[in-house]
């Protein structure tokens, strides 16, 4: 049983800061990784998405990595904003079609500090 | 381009009762899936439907049920509503496509239940 965890739980940064969110899961075959966002009360909006046979995808002042050997993935967040306040959750998908289940990490709950 | 939309946003609701939460995908998104995110447990699979048949369910008992409809809309149900059904569901869609041409998922903003 696919398994994602996400270290660490909470972070508190000033704002200006560069920061690494860890995501890590137990299965290797993954097909794809994404990571969202999450504001309080609210959906999720997705971040970026990383195909099995990629190594990174960059999205503005986000990039993210995937080793798929060692079941881990990053989230870099440069020069950081109190906008990014938020939390960040990281999700695994072990099928190829479109539709397959994803297993979500519990996310990383990141608060900038202006 | 709408976003997927799901209703009713909030909904308060009495133990024993049932309810129909809705989620309209994007257009031209034939797979819906469904989550349920709890303080406790997180976020959770509830199931898939892609073109009106049930593609993929997670492991919740059967008082939750779905459907799609032709036009990829879809409901959930809960009958028998019981306190620990309080959470926020979440509705995702996609587009078909495979491996690479996979484009991930658009969540929609969920609706709030509370059982009292």
């Known amino acids: 049983k696919q398994e994602v965890t996400q270290i660490p739980a909470a972070l508190s940064v000033p704002e200006g800061e560069n920061l690494v969110l860890n995501c890590s899961f137990t299965d290797s075959a993954i097909y794809n990784l994404q990571w969202f966002r999450q504001d309080p009360g609210k959906g999720l909006t997705s971040l970026l998405l990383?195909?099995?046979?990629?190594r990174e995808q960059t999205s503005g002042r986000l990039n993210a990595s995937l080793d798929k050997s060692s079941g881990r993935s990053t989230l870099y967040i440069a020069a950081s904003q109190p906008g990014d306040s938020a939390t960040y959750l990281c999700a695994v998908s072990m099928g190829e079609t479109s539709g397959s289940r994803l297993t979500f990490g519990e996310g990383t709950q990141l608060t900038v500090n202006p | 381009k709408a976003g997927v939309t799901q209703t009713p946003r909030y909904l308060i609701k009495t133990r024993g009762q049932q309810v129909t939460l809705s989620c309209s995908p994007i257009?031209?998104?034939?797979?819906v899936s469904w989550y349920q995110q709890t303080p406790g447990q997180g976020l959770q699979f509830l199931f898939e439907y892609f073109s009106e048949t049930q593609r993929n369910k997670g492991n919740f008992p059967g008082r939750f049920s779905g459907r799609q409809f032709s036009n990829s809309r879809s409901e959930m149900n809960v009958s028998t509503l019981e306190l620990g059904d309080s959470a926020l569901y979440l509705c995702a869609s996609t587009p078909w496509g495979t491996g690479a041409y996979f484009r991930g998922y658009t969540f929609g903003s969920g609706t709030r239940l509370t059982v009292v």
């Open positions: 990383i195909q099995s046979s990629q």
């Open positions: 257009s031209g998104h034939r797979s």
